[in-house]
């Protein structure tokens, strides 16, 4: 039988005077945990808090080395009850979204820091419904959901911009670290994490511990793997999935890796893959993207509420299922997340950052010079860069997005009236580079799987593992260009189980040359569908008369973004 990845469907009443919800088990959940004010059907592991609550997916004891969790202590029980669910995320870590009763008669649902495991909910006549993905009632095309415009205009512009908003109007989403409370008289979010509370007020004195970080990577990701008995790795030839092979060595599962590339030279990392296979005892297959021959009118994934807007994922997903039916997968990982965790940051920022501290003018000079060597600019330019960022009132810059093809007007009125993720309140306190770190962390999470959860093995991205981030926030931004590297702990934190070659590199390939190559293929249906479509009817896109890629600087993977948005509409809408 086929391993699937933990999934839920859960309801609540409508309100107090309502009679309790009744529904029957779907097929395909066999299991059913039912109590007063809560009902979740789920598949998959569980912890049950006491026989008031349960856990749906993977629950850790934290610690080094870090122990799964298959049955709380009484003490356990006392201190999450008492914390009306704290606890969970201080004293634990893991993929999971747990359900529990909490102070005030209300039902109190947790999404673990990692979103492991997606948490939508929409408010019904029939009460609050939250599910892991989409794609049953009351989250269907035929429930008469509609498309959120401004929603998607923002996300076209910069993904997860609307935070707990999505791109489908009524259906929201518990962010990572967040809860919803249900009381019957309406829901409510709380914070019960942020990557803020991990972020040093002050950045004085702190200092990398490479092996602090490599023990913490080491233990979550052996933890992680301990939970399956066989993983298929995507390696990809860069540091982070790197990091993810050798600390999967540790692990009792069989590990098999593939790696995709595309035959141009700037595209091509299979020596790169192999040579991190190599060092730590893994298979690899290889596959061409070009034999991958993508359907542009299919969406990448349609049990999410907000489009997938990379193609290539679609090729690496066919690789995936190919690998499921030869052979046992019970989970697939990856290193996705690893440059936003580790601060992989090419700009002036952490000279600002250190100059903010009142560093030493040694200190303040060697950091000047690591970002000569990242990023190969000249003292004076640098200077100037310094000298604009230090005047410019803005503090914070604004998020920035890709705005290419989108009419200009529609896309300044949502993102005034979008409210925005509340990662991006930054606290008074807190520098540049700080907020800068915190956004690339924002992006990596809510990465929703590119397969359904009920007929696919979980997606896991070890190194969003919530140990993880929480030491790599801690750390100042110019600990992580140290030495003219970018992620440069983790580089040093690795050196002994990794080929110098491999973590001494600068720069890697990627599936440009395939994007290019798949847009050209199907340029016509491409700009026929994005004209006469459902995203075309929104009135957000400005289209060129003809296509003029390479003069209006509009990219073939910009073209690929908008139909693969422009295909997961018409899923929606049946256009």
């Given at each position: 039988?086929?391993?699937?990845?933990?999934?839920?469907?859960?309801?609540?009443p409508a309100?107090?005077?309502?009679?309790?919800?009744?529904?029957?088990?779907?097929?395909?959940?066999?299991?059913?945990?039912?109590?007063?004010?809560?009902?979740?059907?789920?598949a998959?592991?569980?912890?049950?808090?006491?026989?008031?609550?349960?856990?749906?997916?993977?629950?850790?004891?934290?610690?080094?080395?870090?122990?799964?969790?298959?049955?709380?202590?009484?003490?356990?029980?006392?201190?999450?009850?008492?914390?009306?669910?704290?606890?969970?995320?201080?004293?634990?870590?893991?993929?999971?979204?747990?359900?529990?009763?909490?102070?005030?008669?209300?039902?109190?649902?947790?999404?673990?820091?990692?979103?492991t495991?997606?948490?939508?909910?929409?408010?019904?006549?029939?009460?609050?419904?939250?599910?892991?993905?989409?794609?049953?009632?009351?989250?269907t095309?035929?429930?008469?959901?509609?498309?959120?415009?401004?929603?998607?205009?923002?996300?076209?512009?910069?993904?997860?911009?609307?935070?707990?908003?999505?791109?489908?109007?009524?259906?929201?989403?518990?962010?990572?670290?967040?809860?919803?409370?249900?009381?019957?008289?309406?829901?409510?979010?709380?914070?019960?994490?942020?990557?803020?509370?991990?972020?040093?007020?002050?950045?004085?004195?702190?200092?990398a511990?490479?092996?602090?970080?490599?023990?913490?990577?080491?233990?979550?990701?052996?933890?992680?793997?301990?939970?399956?008995?066989?993983?298929?790795?995507?390696?990809?030839?860069?540091?982070?999935?790197?990091?993810v092979?050798?600390?999967?060595?540790?692990?009792?599962?069989?590990?098999?890796?593939?790696?995709?590339?595309?035959?141009?030279?700037?595209?091509?990392?299979?020596?790169?893959?192999?040579?991190?296979?190599?060092?730590?005892?893994?298979?690899i297959?290889?596959?061409?993207?070009?034999?991958?021959?993508?359907?542009?009118?299919?969406?990448?994934?349609?049990?999410?509420?907000?489009?997938?807007?990379?193609?290539?994922?679609?090729?690496?997903?066919?690789?995936?299922?190919?690998?499921?039916?030869?052979?046992?997968?019970?989970?697939?990982?990856?290193?996705?997340?690893?440059d936003?965790?580790?601060?992989?940051?090419?700009?002036?920022?952490?000279?600002?950052d250190?100059?903010?501290?009142?560093?030493?003018?040694?200190?303040?000079?060697r950091?000047i010079?690591?970002?000569?060597?990242?990023?190969?600019?000249?003292?004076?330019?640098?200077?100037?860069?310094?000298?604009?960022?230090?005047?410019?009132?803005?503090?914070?810059?604004?998020?920035?997005?890709?705005?290419?093809?989108?009419?200009?007007?529609?896309?300044?009125?949502?993102?005034?009236?979008?409210?925005?993720?509340?990662?991006?309140?930054?606290?008074?306190n807190?520098?540049?580079?700080?907020?800068?770190?915190?956004?690339?962390?924002?992006?990596?999470?809510?990465?929703?799987?590119?397969?359904?959860?009920?007929?696919?093995?979980?997606?896991?991205?070890?190194?969003?593992?919530?140990?993880?981030?929480?030491?790599?926030?801690?750390?100042?931004?110019?600990?992580?260009?140290?030495?003219?590297?970018?992620?440069?702990?983790?580089?040093?934190?690795?050196?002994?189980?990794?080929?110098?070659?491999?973590?001494?590199?600068?720069s890697?390939?990627?599936?440009?040359?395939?994007?290019?190559r798949?847009?050209?293929?199907?340029?016509?249906?491409?700009?026929?569908?994005?004209?006469?479509?459902?995203?075309?009817?929104?009135?957000?896109?400005?289209?060129?008369?003809?296509?003029?890629?390479?003069?209006?600087?509009?990219?073939?993977?910009?073209?690929?973004?908008?139909?693969?948005?422009?295909?997961?509409?018409?899923?929606?809408?049946?256009?």
């Amino acid at each position: 039988m086929a391993v699937t990845a933990p999934r839920f469907l859960a309801r609540t009443p409508a309100g107090p005077a309502k009679a309790e919800v009744g529904i029957a088990a779907p097929s395909d959940f066999p299991t059913a945990f039912v109590k007063p004010g809560l009902h979740v059907d789920y598949a998959g592991p569980a912890v049950h808090i006491g026989d008031r609550g349960i856990v749906i997916g993977h629950l850790f004891r934290r610690g080094l080395p870090s122990e799964r969790v298959l049955e709380l202590t009484q003490t356990e029980l006392t201190r999450i009850f008492q914390s009306d669910g704290a606890s969970l995320l201080s004293e634990f870590w893991g993929g999971y979204v747990a359900f529990l009763p909490i102070s005030g008669g209300k039902v109190r649902i947790i999404r673990d820091p990692s979103g492991t495991i997606p948490a939508y909910w929409r408010d019904t006549s029939e009460g609050i419904i939250v599910a892991s993905e989409l794609g049953r009632a009351p989250f269907t095309s035929n429930e008469d959901l509609r498309i959120d415009a401004e929603a998607l205009t923002v996300h076209l512009w910069t993904p997860h911009f609307a935070g707990r908003r999505t791109c489908i109007d009524g259906v929201s989403e518990i962010l990572p670290g967040e809860a919803l409370d249900l009381n019957g008289h309406g829901p409510l979010t709380v914070t019960l994490w942020s990557p803020w509370d991990h972020v040093p007020a002050s950045r004085r004195g702190i200092t990398a511990d490479p092996a602090l970080l490599y023990d913490t990577i080491v233990d979550v990701v052996t933890t992680w793997g301990n939970c399956f008995q066989s993983v298929l790795l995507g390696l990809s030839g860069g540091l982070d999935s790197s990091i993810v092979a050798a600390a999967l060595a540790s692990a009792n599962c069989h590990v098999s890796g593939f790696t995709m590339y595309s035959p141009d030279d700037d595209s091509d990392e299979r020596a790169y893959a192999r040579m991190a296979a190599d060092a730590c005892g893994i298979s690899i297959t290889s596959v061409d993207y070009d034999r991958e021959r993508l359907d542009i009118t299919r969406p990448i994934a349609t049990h999410v509420a907000r489009p997938f807007l990379a193609h290539y994922a679609q090729a690496i997903a066919n690789v995936r299922e190919r690998a499921a039916r030869e052979c046992r997968i019970d989970a697939y990982f990856s290193g996705n997340g690893g440059d936003n965790v580790f601060c992989m940051m090419r700009s002036v920022t952490p000279i600002v950052d250190r100059l903010a501290t009142r560093a030493s003018p040694r200190g303040v000079l060697r950091t000047i010079d690591d970002i000569a060597v990242l990023t190969g600019a000249d003292w004076l330019s640098i200077a100037r860069r310094v000298l604009r960022r230090i005047t410019n009132k803005t503090r914070y810059p604004p998020p920035k997005g890709d705005g290419s093809l989108l009419i200009a007007d529609r896309l300044a009125q949502a993102i005034e009236d979008v409210p925005r993720h509340p990662w991006y309140e930054v606290p008074h306190n807190a520098s540049p580079a700080s907020a800068a770190h915190v956004a690339m962390v924002r992006r990596a999470l809510g990465n929703d799987g590119l397969h359904s959860r009920t007929t696919h093995p979980p997606s896991i991205s070890p190194l969003l593992s919530q140990p993880v981030m929480e030491l790599c926030l801690g750390l100042p931004s110019w600990l992580w260009i140290e030495g003219g590297a970018d992620r440069a702990v983790a580089r040093h934190a690795f050196r002994d189980a990794l080929p110098p070659a491999l973590l001494d590199r600068r720069s890697k390939g990627g599936p440009g040359a395939f994007v290019h190559r798949t847009y050209l293929r199907h340029e016509t249906e491409v700009l026929d569908r994005l004209r006469d479509g459902p995203l075309s009817d929104l009135g957000i896109l400005g289209l060129p008369p003809k296509p003029r890629i390479v003069t209006d600087g509009i990219t073939a993977q910009r073209m690929l973004t908008l139909v693969a948005a422009d295909a997961w509409m018409r899923h929606w809408t049946g256009g």
